[in-house]
């Protein structure tokens, strides 16, 4: 009998308490406004990085309107575009393992990758000047659009030449050239002519690909000198947050044998501030960056970052090709949610979300 009951009928001291769910609409009726404490920090899509520098390159970054001079070891993400000046020389290498040599006088653009592509290779864009290029891990796909024709490379090495056309000798495999009307037109990579080890293809403006046999080779390519690669590999490719992951480095000659005679510091770093290196896995670590010695050819690092998203990890030695690689930190399965909310009368205070199955 001493129940109280409420207008409904309920009986309101044996009425459950109210779900989270009812909570957050009561909350919300009375005018607080929620936000999230931490927000989460996402790297964004590396594509590339730079490896050698001969003379100076300039790179304008995505949703920028200048240039600034790149330095040697620098990510390239999607969206970017590099430029080269009168005697300038420069050198990258993708994450899906596709050198790249950029001759003077030449804009390059790092597109974003079309998603049949995503994965599997890169797509760019030359809107002047000379590239070579050379495949390095089989499968890869690659595609280099020009004003006039697209580039749809496989396993092979190339070079392409943009001056109010197109020319493109290939030097190992093959590949295929299809012509278009602007940069942003879609293309198969089974679109166009074949151009084989020995022939050359030029494409004029709203002309079809014409293929000829060619015996000569460009020699700009070799000023920038390589000893070889180097290769690295991550323990995890995914890891909870705060988790150290091993990262080992091996080198190999020009040859693809191991190079043991390499040795020496090499710099391991990351573009995440929040990642943090150490030699052991165990002990000082330290941020964006460490020194490790090589020998045999061989050295590793340790790397742990805690905000979720990927982990771009790449490395800087003279002389040699890098592809960087990344890996991802987990989102943490939270049970508690801190928040900051506002109420009506502007007052900020700090609460605790519990969340109960």
Not at 55 to 60: D, Q, R, S, V, W
Not at 103 to 118: A, F, I, L
Not at 342 to 355: H, S
């Amino acid at each position: 009998m001493g129940s109280s009951m409420n207008g409904k009928g309920y009986d309101m001291k044996r009425t459950r308490k109210p779900s989270f769910l009812k909570t957050l609409t009561v909350v919300f009726s009375v005018g607080f406004f929620l936000t999230a404490a931490q927000p989460e920090l996402i790297a964004g899509d590396v594509a590339a990085v730079l490896t050698q520098i001969l003379g100076a390159l300039f790179i304008k970054a995505p949703g920028k309107t200048s240039y600034k001079q790149a330095k040697k070891g620098e990510f390239i993400y999607e969206g970017s575009v590099l430029k080269t000046g009168q005697g300038d020389k420069a050198a990258l290498t993708f994450v899906n393992g596709i050198e790249v040599k950029m001759n003077q006088t030449t804009q390059y653009t790092v597109r974003k990758t079309h998603p049949s592509r995503r994965g599997q290779g890169n797509d760019t864009g030359l809107q002047k000047g000379q590239i070579w290029f050379k495949v390095l891990r089989k499968g890869t796909k690659f595609q280099i659009k020009t004003p006039v024709a697209a580039v749809s490379i496989r396993g092979t090495e190339g070079d392409v030449k943009y001056e109010n056309g197109l020319k493109a000798t290939c030097y190992e495999g093959k590949f295929r050239v299809a012509s278009i009307h602007h940069e942003d037109e879609e293309v198969e990579d089974n679109a166009g002519s074949d151009v084989e080890a020995g022939q050359q293809c030029t494409v004029n403006e709203g002309k079809p690909p014409e293929v000829r046999t060619t015996d000569k080779k460009e020699t700009w390519q070799n000023e920038i000198a390589s000893k070889g690669k180097i290769e690295i590999n991550l323990g995890k490719a995914e890891a909870p947050r705060g988790e150290a992951v091993r990262v080992t480095i091996a080198a190999y000659d020009t040859k693809n044998n191991e190079d043991k005679s390499f040795e020496g510091d090499v710099r391991v770093y990351s573009d995440r501030e929040d990642a943090e290196f150490s030699v052991n896995g165990q002990s000082g670590w330290a941020n964006n960056f460490v020194t490790v010695k090589a020998s045999g050819g061989k050295a590793e690092a340790w790397v742990r970052a805690i905000q979720p998203g990927s982990v771009n990890v790449g490395i800087e030695v003279e002389g040699y090709d890098v592809s960087p690689v990344r890996y991802m930190v987990a989102k943490a399965a939270r049970r508690e949610l801190d928040v900051e909310i506002e109420t009506e009368k502007g007052e900020k205070k700090q609460i605790r979300l519990k969340f109960r199955r």
